[in-house]
């Protein structure tokens, strides 16, 4: 069966200290993954997405995410966070050019 | 990026009655979907509209509950029936255009059933 993972239902970090969000995910297949951020009372936003090649994708808002295939890990990282980055993350699979499935969400809390 | 748009964004709704939700995309894409969201919490996936045929459901979701509709390539319809406090919730639709691409995702409709 397919599926995503976010260990941590919230993580906490100063304004200006770097972040991780973390994410596992199990395929069978190749994994096309993604990282999405959500605003309150607002949709989810694509923030970046791993296809192949390089291992570090860059997204959107200074964020990055690093591959892994041996721990089948895809964490979110930015080196200096923001107040502003305070929100919902969520990590996401897709399989066979199909749907997709989302991890349970980490929320994001970033203190002045 | 596809812009989407959702009517009505919010709603308050008695028990028993029915909902629609109407989904525009500015562009013509392969995939639609439609997720239910409680606030806070992850997607959940109800259905994949496909246009000129039936929607796909996913397990635990049935037509007569939630019919879809999906008359061409920019436009969808979710119907939430026979509403209970139960299904209040965030109700989502997505498009993509396949193979590799990511979804993209409308505003949302925030859904109060008493």
């Known amino acids: 069966a397919q599926s995503v993972a976010q260990p941590e239902d919230q993580v906490n970090v100063a304004e200006g200290n770097p972040l991780t969000v973390k994410c596992t995910y199990s395929v069978s297949g190749n994994p096309y993954l993604f990282w999405y951020v959500q605003y309150p009372n607002r949709g989810l936003q694509f923030l970046l997405k791993y296809i192949t090649g390089d291992n570090l994708v860059k997204g959107s808002y200074g964020f990055e995410a690093e591959f892994n295939k041996s721990q089948t890990s895809f964490h979110l990282k930015k080196p200096s966070a923001l107040v502003s980055d305070s929100a919902l993350y969520f990590c996401a699979v897709r399989v066979n050019f199909n749907k997709f499935y989302f991890g349970s969400g980490t929320k994001l809390n970033v203190k002045p | 990026s596809a812009v989407i748009s959702q009517k009505p964004s919010r709603d308050i709704c008695q028990r028993g009655t029915s909902l629609t939700i109407q989904c525009q995309v500015d562009?013509?894409?392969?995939?639609m979907f439609w997720y239910r969201q409680q606030p806070g919490q992850s997607l959940t996936l109800i259905a994949t509209a496909n246009q000129g045929s039936e929607a796909t459901y996913e397990s635990g979701f049935v037509i007569d509950k939630f019919p879809i509709s999906r008359p061409n390539l920019t436009f969808s319809t979710l119907t939430v029936s026979n509403m209970s406090p139960e299904d209040s919730s965030i109700y989502l639709c997505?498009?993509?255009?396949?193979?590799?691409?990511?979804?993209?995702f409308g505003p949302g409709t925030r859904l109060t059933v008493l």
């Open positions: 562009s013509q894409v392969t995939m």
């Open positions: 997505s498009v993509s255009t396949g193979g590799y691409n990511e979804q993209f």
